[in-house]
């Protein structure tokens, strides 16, 4: 039986691994060609469309006023820029600062929310942003974002040079990565996400998720979807999946480039993974197992590797955990021999040069003290997460039998910002 | 059938030269010639008027030369039942007044006649020329065509005779140290006369020499030879095993391997199967490719909660009784007095062994099943502790063509097994040939054990083709097998017996082995098979998923490779862009 276990839980495990090394060569293969799709972009001077911003704020004293001033520097025609801040039933300075930025500036538009409307969560102030906005390119920043000045430009020219794509994403980087460990190690996961799902996805199925910042979407597609689904809690794979079945594509584009603050603390951390993790088993089960139809087939890749990842993946990561621990105290007789210690390695391996592969696709990322915060990050960050996995699922159950509603999670946000971009 | 003649001929040729090839490789059994014409028939006294362990003895004996053997008591044979008879043998293993219709039974009888033991008195005038007298003890026989090639056998006691003048005494015994010879066997023109009442291998060795006399037979003076590895069940150091086969491959010798499918721990009752020995399972199969033959011996070697290769599988040894119940279950076994009428207690044992056949199939189906599941083809059977009943005999002739070891010959006694000094089908076995193991054993705390095998040696060796066979335990190591082989090596005239060679068959439900032109043949109903026992199909599965994880590894490994190579490419491009 122990051995039975043993095998599937390092079949689920290697199937894991195998594709996420098939994804990371998807990945290294897009960066080789990335660069002919840049030089490629055409925009007559005339025809740039207009582009509207949307940022939800809510309680975001700390952190707005430096995302306003990224849009102010943004390198696009500013009468074809609208840039609409939500002030999301905040009870701080927010409202106050964006006003005032908004009254120096005309193409910074403020919206108030008010009860009824306010305080439903990200996808009802983009809701009521949307409301607001006229462009026919709607882009999305996180209130935290400091976006390149080429940011907009980059997803705009993306668009319009790709019929096919129903919306364009960009790349974030980690603002306070030299922060402390964690947000070290946090840097590291976001650049091997987007180089490797994200990049690798793209390069292999036509296939990215939008991460809820730095994207442009079509306005005409948003209003077609009736906007933002404001009972989902991660709003964006909820989006991109309803993208995808009107037949589009997401497009990444890595030029684009955002600055994002991650958590710098591991409370902070936990509850804001705890949201994205509800927020993908909510996808799971509203179109896996929900009567939503699913149009566009591809889909299934991203919805099948949710699946794995939160069951299947961590399942067996934490069955092989079980079953070692549990051989060393009763001998389980165990048969695989000397293939579990080569697994071992090997799939230690795999982790470190697929993540020192992603770090190389960055300027300066694949240093010495990188390297090292690989090796401990697979002792330890990663382990993390199957007790993220566990804990989130138990949450989901929790929601679904109790028929509890949604509750936003905001991330917190923390101070000194700019110290930090010149340090970076 | 060829189209053209050079076709035809062409056949023919490769025939013949199979046909030669074929007498060439065949170690040497009972002549063929012979075995068609004599025609045996054995009236024997016993001490119950039943068939023992004495008749199967001589039965053993006989069954070299013929395998037309018939045993009838001497209180219900009839004139008729000479009819035809070549060779007649009369056995008085007991002192008994015989029927007086043997007065007259031989008068119309005038081929060979062999009488052995007692009551040759009473078997007409034609044992005028031998008068019994006392019994007297002998320790040392030799022929008397060979004066000077004495030996010595185990203390036993003859029938002293006196002979007439006319009378030619063949072997002659005597105690150590005493001058006067007494003769053992003597003959008048076609009359022998045996002075002994038991028989065995050991102190039969020169009766059977002259049986190949009485029968006229011209076998080779060449001693058939074995060496088998003994009890290798799943739990074996694989590593003295190959070594031993890798020194017998060396020296080019055939050799057997006694196999048992599982290993049952004595304490714990859990069981190994060969499907946990993966390496174990590889030399085994290797051994199979060169000169090794695999040799069923018990599925598990064991029985209640004995242990592997201790324990008794056929054989009830704490009741001394056939295996007539579940290991659970106690019996007390009643006897012929317990029941009313004769055809109750017939029917009593009947379902007894009914009882023991079932249990003896189910074990030898799976055994033969499984070995052919991993590819290990059993080519003979060899009983745990050569012990079963001579019911469980005829189940396994049932299965196997060639039995391997000694023989249990009563059913009253496991202890009561012996062996025969040559290859022999003996009646009592169904139709099975008897490759007897001769010299036993390497004792492990005997420091003499292969010196007192070679002495067995020398006995058998007075036999024309007498059998020199012994096994050995691998774990004793490899350094006392190099030992043992090499001593063996240098008996005279010694041919090693390949069972591949032989012709020979195995049967099970689903499995089919025989051999053709030294090669193992298996006739095998896969889907069948797979399906007796979800352990087939497992076993398969499971090594392809051992393949899969290690092809995994591999991937996993060539991805690593890959990946390192990209960081390289990646690093130095950026070196070259920015410089």
Redesign the interface.
Known sequence: MANLLL?IS?FLI?YM??YH?FL??GG?LH?LKDGKFKKGLKISLGSFPKVSILIPAHNEEVVIEDTIKSMIQLNYPKDKLEVIVINDNSSDLTGAIIDSYSKRYPFIKAVHTKPPNAGKGKSGALNQGLKHSTGEIIAVYDADNTPEPNAILYLVLGLCNDKNAGAIVGKFRVVNANQNILTRLINIETLTFQWLAQAGRWFWFKMTTIPGTNFAIRRTILEELGGWDEKALSEDTELSIRVYNLGYYIRFFPSAITWEQEPENLKVWWKQRTRWARGNLYVIFKYLFGLNKLVNKKVFIDLFYFLFTYFLFFGGVLLSHIIFVVNLIVDLKL??GM?SY??LI??F??FV??V??AL??E?NQ?TIKNFWTVVFMYLTYSQMWIFLVIYSSFLEMKRIVLRQEVKWYKTQRFKSIEKQKQSV | MGNSRGAINKSSVLFVIATVLIFWLNVPTGSADIKDEAKVLVIYTSRDGEIDEYQRSLDMLISHFTNDVTFISSEEVEKNDLRNVTHLFYYGQVNARLPSTFVTLFDDYSGTFVAIGYNSDQLGDKFAFVTPLHEREVNQVNLTSNKEDVFDVISQNIIHIEVTEDTEIVIEGKKIGDIISYPILVKNENHYFYAVDSISSQKSILFGEILHDIFNANHDAKHPAYIRLEDIHPLVDPENVRQIAEILKEKNIPYMVAVIPVYTNPITGEKHHFSNSPELLKVLKEMQKDGGSIVLHGYTHQFRESETGEGFEFWDVENNTPVYAPPDETITLQNENDFNTKAEYESYIRNLQEYEREYIESKITRGIQELVNYGLYPLAFEAPHYTMSQNGYTVISEYFSTYVGQIQLSDNDWEIMDSTPYITSPSFLNGMQLLPETLGYVRPDDPDAIQNMMKKAEGFQHTKDGMLAAFYHPYLGVERFVKLISEMEKLPNITWIDLKQTDLWVKADHVEIYTENGEIKADINRGGLLLSSLDFPLFHFKKFVGLVIWGMAIVGGIAVIAFILFTIFLQSRKTKMEG
């Open positions: 095998y390092l290697w691994l195998f090394a990371m060569i290294f960066l048969s695989i293939v080569v697994l090997t799939g391996l795999l040069s697929e020192c592969l190389s696709m300027r694949l």
